[in-house]
């Protein structure tokens, strides 16, 4: 199944209140989701300023 959290209005009427600073802080994006799943995700994971550039491997998959 699959969830849209975008359907989500109580979540999005929260996440338009949010100041925009806590949600790309100290050159981290998505803090505030990181910060919320601190106690959840590994150290290394959250020490990363940005995403995995997975574009390579996402490539390589569509060719095999």
Known sequence: ELRDPFADID???FML???AYTLYNQGTSKFLL???MAHALPA???ARPTRSD???LYWHGWKQ
């Open 11 to 13: 979540l999005v009427l």
């Open 17 to 19: 209140s949010v100041p």
């Open 34 to 36: 990181r910060m919320a």
């Open 44 to 46: 290394s994971l959250l």
């Open 54 to 56: 997975i574009s390579l």
